[in-house]
């Protein structure tokens, strides 16, 4: 049998996929690319009864070569593989946060830097195309354009890599902001970084090639320079004061009578009042409270208090970040993903 090391690594991938929390039962598929076609999970096999020879060998003709069929996404699958000459592993799954989003049609913005982990300012979710067939292939498609993701509406996520440890980081790194999301939409849509705070992140992405392993040889931001300017990226010096808009609406001006109250006098540095995201300020005069002891006061003061402490933190080591060299990242995903797949190889030896 050819390939045995990618077969491996195949089903070892998708244990590690359940294991780790991010699919569940025989949902989801992985493959991988080989010479003139891919290798493939079988349609509807559970991963841990899966062997070497249940991986089916796909041509980018369809001819199959195995004892089982491939599954039902190998559509997707072979025109990804076939399109994209800079991928190797393409890896769906149903995990719970990327697929809830997708289940309303929404992707996931900019929101956070780490969507720049998939290549772009966002990440996609296509539009609803029934599984296992040539129109979902072709949304997918449209919506990996220049991406290394996208979610599949009212379906799940696909991920797109170089290898298999890659896939995996990048999948574990994509339903965390997900959930993230989900939970910050909890108290109205966060406000997005811009293009230009965008394209900053995606050029320090690749000048540290965030994501990658430490190898030195490789990387060319080392812990000893200092944090270079990017050539293609201006440096934003008014950094301190980001052009997003957080909502006005509801903030709330009151005086602070008691400067004896501390928590309330250094917060809210951000906050909420009933569902709205309240601007960032330090100012002991400008604290969102209303004055009556109705329950929006309560839900404040308990925020006021929460964000005191770690939003004073972050200016700190945000002033820190800016005069000290960077370290080379690592990924602690791709750590876990390394325990996963050593812990599921020793219990199948
Ligand atoms: P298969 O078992 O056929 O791979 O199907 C699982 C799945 O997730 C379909 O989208």
């Known amino acids: 049998m050819s390939h045995k090391k990618l077969r491996q690594g195949l089903i070892e991938t998708c244990i590690a996929m359940n294991e780790s929390g991010l699919n569940q039962g025989t949902s989801g598929n992985l493959s991988h690319r080989i010479e003139g076609g891919m290798l493939i999970t079988p349609t509807s096999m559970p991963y841990d009864q899966m062997k070497n020879d249940d991986i089916v060998e796909m041509a980018f003709d369809g001819t199959v070569t195995g004892k089982h069929r491939p599954s039902s996404e190998w559509r997707f699958h072979r025109d990804i593989l076939r399109k994209r000459s800079d991928v190797n592993v393409v890896l769906h799954t149903h995990s719970v946060y990327c697929t809830t989003l997708a289940t309303h049609g929404r992707g996931i913005p900019s929101f956070h830097y780490m969507v720049a982990v998939a290549g772009g ?125 957080y909502p006005k609406a509801l903030k709330v001006k009151v005086t602070v009578k008691s400067p004896a109250n501390s928590a309330t006098k250094l917060a809210p540095v ?66 876990s993903f390394k325990s996963l797949v050593g812990s599921a190889l020793s219990r199948r030896k």
């Open 121 to 245: 300012t966002d990440i996609r979710c296509a539009p609803y195309a029934c599984f296992g067939t040539q129109e979902l292939s072709t949304v997918a498609l449209e919506a990996l354009k220049d991406r290394t993701a996208c979610l599949l509406g009212h379906h799940g996520l696909i991920v797109l890599a170089e290898t298999y440890e890659k896939a995996m980081w990048r999948a574990i790194e994509i339903e965390t902001l997900a959930k993230m999301y989900v939970h910050a939409l909890a108290i109205g849509e966060p406000p997005h970084l811009s293009e230009k705070e965008m394209a900053q992140v995606i050029e320090q992405m690749r000048r540290m090639a965030y994501g990658d392993a430490p190898d030195l040889d490789k990387v060319k931001d080392t812990p000893k320079l200092p944090v270079a300017r990017s050539a293609s990226v201006a440096p934003d010096t008014k950094a301190e004061k980001p052009a997003r808009q």
């Open 270 to 335: 951000q906050g909420t009042v009933a569902g709205k995201a309240v601007a960032p300020k330090e100012s002991a005069k400008t604290v969102a409270a209303p004055k009556a002891a109705s329950p929006k006061t309560r839900s404040t003061k308990a925020l006021a208090t929460k964000a005191t402490t770690p939003a004073k933190k972050t200016i700190a080591s945000k002033k820190k970040a800016t005069t000290e060299a960077a370290p080379v990242a690592t990924g602690s995903a791709a750590t």
